[in-house]
């Protein structure tokens, strides 16, 4: 797909995505997660992320929520444990309204206190919900496990000790150690011209002031293989499996994310799902995911079970991680599976949101933003060589650490 990308004085870029369409998105990505967070400060990225709906130097919440919906505009944004992204899907002629609230809320916010009491209370109900569902508490604590001690174990929403201890001054300093202004991507896919784009794009975010200072980030330290079971007041048992693993930039990316579309990601025909569940009935979701993160990567699976199931679906799921470290793939299957994942990112690029923030974080990520051929001819170039060597490291049960939420029976 076409694209322009326009670098202001400060270090921020701005990233053009012609498309003829009525209705736009886009998207702004500050390279700053919970991994910058101090142990103290857990959630901090999290709870900014909040607040900035709340107030800025000219506009109250009302007037920051107002802005666009009174267009039919959506305004929404998340925080992972490197980005901060704020994004916004409007119709064309209100892309100046958009980039300037975005320039608004970012750099323009002012905490007040009485907000930060209120956010963080609203906070506290998130943790409580997140923790009544064992399903997603789970991978927060199942990360915490492969990176203990290391702030990729910790979970973005924070604990209700560090979220209730937060300051105005935690988010002030975070903001101005994180915040680099050549790590922040202004990106829109839209019906504009790129002269029109830019022109918009530089009155709002030109007047930024720099902040180039380089961010210091430690890589986390290979983890320890541990199985852990942890008794809860559940009505069946939740599981996850995984290890550290390939980062964006390894060699083997491409190709862990081929294995583990095949064996448990997007579709009803993954390997673990037509083996566990079609086959056995054993569980009604069982699925794996890879995240390739800036100097590591996550591999996990997760699946719910009856207790009394749980050996059987242990066994069924070790007899095919040594079926697939045996049995290299043959041509036909290797091809098979590369037509599949390719279909299904092709079919991703309808979701023009999901792709101008993937294309905003492949600039951060690499500097470049590589286009459909490309990311093709990289799966295609995965050998049956590659995944067998990718399957026997990284499902390797000697390496696997496993959590498991185990019914008490109470």
């Not at 107030?55 to 107002?66: A, D, H, S, V």
């Not at 942890?230 to 190709?255: C, D, F, N, R, W």
């Amino acid at each position: 797909m076409e694209y322009n990308v326009h670098t202001l004085s400060n270090g921020i870029r701005l990233l053009h995505v012609p498309f003829s369409s009525p209705i736009s998105h886009a998207c702004i990505i500050i390279n700053s997660g919970s991994r910058d967070e101090e142990e103290q400060q857990m959630g901090l990225a999290h709870f900014i992320e909040h607040l900035i709906f709340k107030r800025t130097e000219k506009r109250n919440t009302n007037q920051i929520l107002n802005r666009l919906e009174s267009v039919g505009a959506d305004l929404n944004a998340y925080t992972t444990k490197e980005y901060t992204c704020i994004h916004a899907s409007f119709l064309n002629p209100y892309l100046d309204r958009t980039l300037e609230l975005f320039n608004d809320i970012v750099f323009h916010s002012v905490f007040p206190e009485d907000e930060m009491e209120k956010e963080k209370s609203v906070i506290l109900d998130e943790i409580t919900s997140y923790l009544d569902q064992p399903e997603e508490a789970i991978n927060d604590d199942f990360e915490d496990q492969l990176f203990a001690g290391h702030p990729f174990g910790r979970n973005i929403l924070g604990t209700p000790k560090t979220v209730n201890a937060l300051t105005r001054k935690d988010i002030l300093n975070f903001i101005a150690a994180n915040y680099k202004t050549d790590e922040i991507v202004v990106a829109v896919i839209g019906n504009y011209s790129l002269n029109k784009f830019v022109k918009i794009g530089a009155k709002h975010f030109e007047p930024v002031p720099a902040n180039l200072s380089p961010k210091i980030r430690i890589a986390p330290k290979p983890s320890i293989t541990q199985n852990v079971v942890v008794e809860k007041q559940i009505s069946q048992a939740h599981v996850m499996m995984g290890t550290q693993a390939y980062s964006l930039h390894h060699p083997y990316k491409a190709g862990l994310l081929l294995l583990n579309n095949m064996l448990g990601g997007t579709g009803m025909s993954s390997i673990l799902n037509l083996q566990i569940r079609e086959k056995y009935g054993i569980a009604y979701t069982i699925e794996s995911n890879y995240s390739p993160l800036s100097d590591t990567g996550i591999f996990a699976l997760y699946f719910g079970t009856d207790q009394e199931k749980l050996d059987k679906a242990f066994s069924l799921i070790s007899k095919e991680f040594k079926k697939i470290k045996a049995n290299p793939l043959t041509e036909i299957q290797l091809q098979k599976a590369k037509n599949k994942f390719i279909g299904q990112i092709a079919l991703g690029e309808e979701n023009r949101m999901g792709l101008i923030i993937s294309m905003a974080k492949s600039l951060i990520d690499y500097n470049k933003i590589d286009d459909l051929a490309t990311v093709f001819n990289k799966i295609r170039a995965v050998s049956s060589t590659d995944m067998a060597n990718i399957a026997n490291e990284i499902l390797d049960e000697d390496k696997l650490s496993s959590l498991t939420f185990y019914p008490t029976g109470d």
